[in-house]
């Protein structure tokens, strides 16, 4: 919902909790979707988010707990009563009171759990137990599962039954009595099905699975490939453990997206928003990352330091600096920020290497050669500047943009052969070593032609 939208919706909700309008207020927050709720507390003064909470049918007071952020959730837990919390964490499903469970403080931990009843507490206990990158992770052990023995008319009963806890039903999933995962039958599937069909004669048996151990990312990744709303999740025996549905998928792509875009600009993924984030935690975040590329840079003062003499018999050649580094690392940057992009979408591999090398070296000329006779233009034209210093120049300038766009290809690519986050060498990184060696090769070149 537009921002706009969001502020002057707010600002009619205060003014109904000015008037004690209460009954109009409540029917104004029902028809509302639970994110459209927790945007417009977001905008509301905090003291007020316990009275408008408690305005809320249950179902939509825990679908909008869910959707708000961990600081708004934990100042709501601190104000209920235990039968308030216990009303909330019982409407929630077992993977978002994961989530919620994960962001608190010991204290408030502890209070959700011992409201929960203890089927509860044990399906928050063992996913918790699963590592944070991890599809076990985000899983949900609410779900539909059925036998093959079944008949449509006894899935359809069972359906019913369970479809309430159960956080997605759009696809049921067959398993054996020791919960061997075997199948899977939609929706669409039973209602069609006469009602005695056999649920294992009807069922798909070439169903899709990912492992409780496997990457979030993958998952997502692997959903959004074949368009899943969910997708099952199994344990080393293949035995049914939980399903990861749509939204949590869709909020991993969202979090490895911001996180890539962070550490392609050199800081520390952070996942609180940056208003809510404070001056010095943002401070924390960064200063890392200077510290360390301020300490690489100082090898360009070193290279500059060497070749004192050839700018003192040439002081021409020190205007173009600039130009020559800024247009290398603007050439690695190109490259490298493609290239990580293929790698997180798996459209490129390791084994794509030299096709990807190959690739960006003819990209690689053009642009060089693009550049260089623009850059020629303008010194001859423009600043006047000599033939010798000219050539010096846009050779460089050539042979910069070719080195630049090779590295930022394939720095990226060897990372994550050797584990490493590809995103880390975007930018700064690859800026900095570019800038230094378009100036080895700046001087080079000049010491050769112009003979310093």
């Given at each position: 919902?537009n921002?706009?939208?969001?502020?002057?919706?707010?600002?009619?909700?205060?003014?109904?909790?000015?008037?004690?309008?209460?009954?109009?207020?409540?029917?104004?927050?029902?028809?509302?979707?639970?994110?459209?709720?927790?945007?417009?507390?977001?905008?509301?003064?905090?003291?007020?988010?316990?009275l408008?909470?408690?305005?809320?049918?249950?179902?939509?007071?825990?679908?909008?707990?869910?959707?708000?952020?961990?600081?708004?959730?934990?100042?709501?837990?601190?104000?209920?009563?235990?039968?308030?919390?216990?009303?909330?964490v019982?409407?929630?499903?077992?993977d978002?009171?994961?989530?919620?469970?994960?962001?608190?403080?010991?204290?408030?931990?502890?209070?959700?759990?011992?409201?929960?009843?203890?089927d509860?507490?044990?399906?928050?206990?063992?996913?918790?137990?699963?590592?944070?990158?991890?599809?076990?992770?985000i899983m949900?052990?609410?779900f539909?599962?059925?036998?093959?023995?079944?008949?449509?008319?006894?899935?359809?009963?069972?359906?019913?039954?369970?479809?309430?806890?159960?956080?997605?039903?759009?696809?049921?999933y067959?398993?054996?009595?020791?919960?061997?995962?075997?199948?899977?039958?939609?929706?669409r599937?039973?209602?069609?099905?006469?009602?005695?069909?056999?649920?294992?004669?009807?069922?798909?048996?070439?169903?899709i699975?990912?492992?409780?151990?496997?990457?979030?990312?993958?998952?997502?990744?692997?959903?959004?490939?074949?368009?899943?709303?969910?997708i099952?999740?199994?344990?080393?025996?293949?035995?049914?453990?939980?399903?990861?549905?749509?939204?949590?998928?869709?909020?991993?792509?969202?979090?490895?997206?911001?996180?890539?875009?962070?550490?392609?600009?050199?800081?520390?993924?952070?996942?609180?928003?940056?208003?809510?984030?404070n001056?010095?935690?943002?401070?924390?975040?960064?200063?890392?990352?200077?510290?360390?590329l301020?300490?690489?840079?100082?090898?360009?003062?070193?290279?500059?330091?060497?070749?004192?003499?050839?700018?003192?018999?040439?002081?021409t050649?020190?205007?173009?600096?600039?130009?020559?580094?800024?247009?290398?690392?603007?050439?690695?940057?190109?490259?490298?920020?493609?290239?990580?992009?293929?790698l997180?979408?798996?459209?490129?591999?390791?084994?794509d290497?030299?096709q990807?090398?190959?690739?960006?070296?003819?990209?690689?000329?053009?642009?060089?050669?693009?550049?260089?006779?623009?850059?020629?233009?303008?010194?001859?034209?423009?600043?006047?500047?000599?033939?010798?210093?000219?050539?010096?120049?846009?050779?460089?300038?050539?042979?910069?943009?070719?080195?630049?766009?090779?590295?930022?290809?394939?720095?990226?690519?060897?990372?994550?052969?050797?584990?490493f986050d590809p995103?880390?060498?975007?930018?700064?990184?690859?800026?900095?070593?570019?800038?230094?060696?378009?100036?080895?090769?700046?001087?080079?070149?000049?010491?050769?032609?112009?003979?310093?």
């Amino acid at each position: 919902m537009n921002k706009d939208i969001i502020i002057s919706q707010a600002e009619m909700v205060t003014r109904l909790l000015d008037e004690k309008q209460f009954t109009a207020l409540r029917a104004e927050l029902e028809r509302r979707n639970a994110a459209d709720v927790a945007a417009l507390f977001d905008e509301l003064p905090a003291e007020t988010l316990p009275l408008l909470f408690r305005l809320l049918p249950k179902e939509l007071a825990a679908d909008t707990f869910v959707e708000m952020d961990s600081d708004a959730q934990r100042l709501l837990i601190k104000g209920f009563s235990d039968s308030e919390l216990k009303e909330v964490v019982e409407e929630l499903y077992v993977d978002d009171a994961v989530d919620i469970v994960e962001e608190m403080p010991a204290n408030v931990v502890v209070r959700i759990l011992d409201q929960a009843d203890p089927d509860t507490r044990k399906m928050i206990n063992e996913i918790m137990r699963y590592p944070e990158d991890s599809a076990g992770s985000i899983m949900t052990t609410e779900f539909v599962a059925l036998r093959e023995n079944y008949s449509v008319e006894d899935a359809i009963k069972r359906l019913r039954r369970t479809a309430v806890e159960a956080e997605s039903i759009d696809v049921c999933y067959v398993i054996k009595p020791d919960r061997m995962l075997v199948g899977y039958i939609t929706i669409r599937t039973l209602i069609v099905s006469p009602a005695d069909a056999q649920i294992g004669k009807i069922m798909q048996s070439d169903v899709i699975s990912v492992s409780t151990g496997e990457d979030k990312e993958t998952v997502a990744q692997i959903m959004q490939k074949y368009n899943f709303s969910a997708i099952p999740v199994v344990d080393g025996d293949n035995r049914l453990a939980g399903i990861v549905t749509i939204d949590d998928a869709v909020d991993v792509l969202q979090d490895e997206a911001t996180e890539d875009i962070q550490k392609m600009a050199a800081i520390t993924p952070s996942d609180k928003p940056y208003l809510k984030t404070n001056a010095f935690a943002i401070y924390r975040h960064r200063i890392p990352w200077l510290m360390l590329l301020m300490v690489s840079a100082t090898f360009t003062g070193m290279i500059i330091t060497r070749f004192e003499n050839a700018l003192a018999a040439c002081v021409t050649l020190t205007a173009y600096i600039p130009m020559l580094m800024d247009t290398g690392g603007n050439s690695g940057s190109q490259a490298s920020v493609t290239v990580i992009r293929s790698l997180s979408l798996n459209e490129i591999r390791f084994r794509d290497i030299l096709q990807v090398v190959f690739k960006e070296f003819q990209v690689s000329i053009m642009c060089a050669v693009t550049l260089a006779v623009c850059n020629f233009a303008k010194l001859m034209l423009i600043d006047k500047v000599g033939l010798m210093v000219s050539t010096v120049v846009c050779l460089s300038l050539m042979v910069t943009v070719v080195i630049a766009k090779l590295i930022g290809c394939s720095l990226p690519m060897f990372a994550k052969k050797l584990g490493f986050d590809p995103a880390v060498m975007a930018s700064p990184f690859i800026t900095t070593l570019v800038d230094a060696l378009s100036l080895l090769v700046y001087f080079g070149i000049a010491s050769h032609v112009l003979q310093l």
